[in-house]
């Protein structure tokens, strides 16, 4: 299955704006110049983006020309075409897929690009790759990773992984009870068209990583490390979950047997508001450094004319050359939810222009078809983001480093909150169940259908065979 996170995190960074193909057309020899911009949007099939695989995923996708409303699009086969008078516009894309639903908004000027590309569905492909793990101590994981897909085995086992036809590589970290990394597998070129079967015999394959030196500053053992490969249909965390630095700072990387002559690799350390990443090409020593923290006030949500997150912050003078704001609400932390919901936003900071303090209030689209698919939903839990990012390049470069300040964020009424609201009779609050409330926002009782282990239950409802009258086993 795919990480709805990670894929939620690796959507944000693909959809900015490229391109430079801004610009008005002119008319014929006797006909008034046009003013102007053509701006181009490109629903993709899948991600990374193909030329030309565009499809018509979309539930909705609309403009806005300078600071007026958004308008409807239309388009043929995920290909839109939209004139806009102004320098300044906005474009908003709603998709559904499988249970996520996601509003994404870019707000950016001409001179940032007129050509916007995004994905709406992940298409399944018809191939796959069906991988036989033979030898996997006790306690160990293999963590296996192709452009698309990522599959883990805890024991010997074969997995299946779907895999576009033609030719993949796989990459394999295999970590052990403590997550640290005892040998890395890349294959290279694995030609598949329906189904291709291989083995990886973890006593006799991979290769132990190299460990190279780090600084980061300030000095944050908690702080995180991992390391991506850069190719050319992606990039692949080869690495798996972030490491923490501990007291002798270090960073895991493919040894130079497993090295290909056109990787870059991306090294980034994540603290709790902060991050710092590096492209190389050849790995090495590297020196890190968090940025000044990001200034901005709690999120809130407003439910009038409809329910959506305001967001207020303080843009700072840009370090890096290229920089942008991305600001976030989501439901991932409701376990129950039918439908992950994410809305997010783009800011370029040639939009954004150098404002003292910026309130960003998500666009009004309920008038638009599909949104009320897409909607976020009240008296749920909404995770919040707000991130600044600057970079040296939007593309992968070596050399090029990039910087993130991030402050978190939660909003909304829902059980759980630690305040008791209509409808509900207690509030278990961050511990989700205390001996008297479930984690449900109802008093305990033993009958219910709901287990409190706080409440001393080991089973609920009564059963007279395994449960007894009380709520514990039998």
Known sequence: MIDTRTVALALALAISACGDDGGGGGGGTDAPPISGSDLTIEIHRSFPFVDGDTADDAKFVAVQDGDGGFVAATGVNGLYHVHINSDRYGIAVGCLDS?????????????????YDTACKFTPSPAKLDVTVKNLPAGHRLRLRTNRNI????????????????????????????????????????????????????????????????????????????????????????????????????????????????DLYVISVDGETASHSRTVKTPGALAFAFPAALTAAPPMLVKTSFLHPVFTFTPTTAVLP?????????????????????????????????????????????????????????????????????????????????????????????????VVQAGETCDPGDAGETATCDSDCTPVACGDNVVNLTAGEDCDPPDGTTCSATCTAL
């Open 99 to 115: 249970g996520f639903a996601t509003i994404e908004v870019v707000q950016q000027v001409v001179a940032d690009g007129t050509t």
């Open 151 to 262: 599959r883990l085995a805890s024991s010997d086992e074969t997995v299946s992984i779907e895999v576009p036809p033609g030719t993949t590589e796989l990459f394999g970290t295999l970590t052990d009870s403590a997550r640290n990394v005892v040998k890395l597998f890349r294959i290279p070129a694995i030609e598949v068209q329906t189904t291709t079967a291989i083995t990886i015999d973890v006593a006799t394959d991979g290769v132990a990583p190299d460990s190279l030196p780090l600084t980061l500053t300030p000095s944050d053992p908690t702080a995180t490390v991992r390391t991506l490969a850069v190719r050319p249909y992606g990039t692949v965390n080869f690495q798996g979950v972030g490491i923490p630095l501990g007291a002798s700072p270090k960073y895991v990387m493919l040894p130079p047997a497993l090295r290909q002559a056109d």
């Open 322 to 418: 290229i920089q942008s704001y991305f600001v976030e609400a989501s439901n991932f932390s409701n376990f129950d939810a039918v439908v992950l919901r994410d809305w997010f936003a783009t800011l370029s900071a040639a939009w954004v222009a150098g404002a003292p303090s910026l309130r960003y209030e998500f666009p009004d689209l309920s008038a638009l078809p599909g949104f009320a698919e897409l909607a976020l939903q009240d008296r749920e839990r909404l995770d919040t983001t707000i991130m600044r990012t600057e970079t040296t390049s939007e593309v992968a470069v070596d050399g090029a480093e990039a910087t993130s300040s991030r402050a978190s964020g939660v909003i909304g009424e829902f059980c759980g909150d630690g």
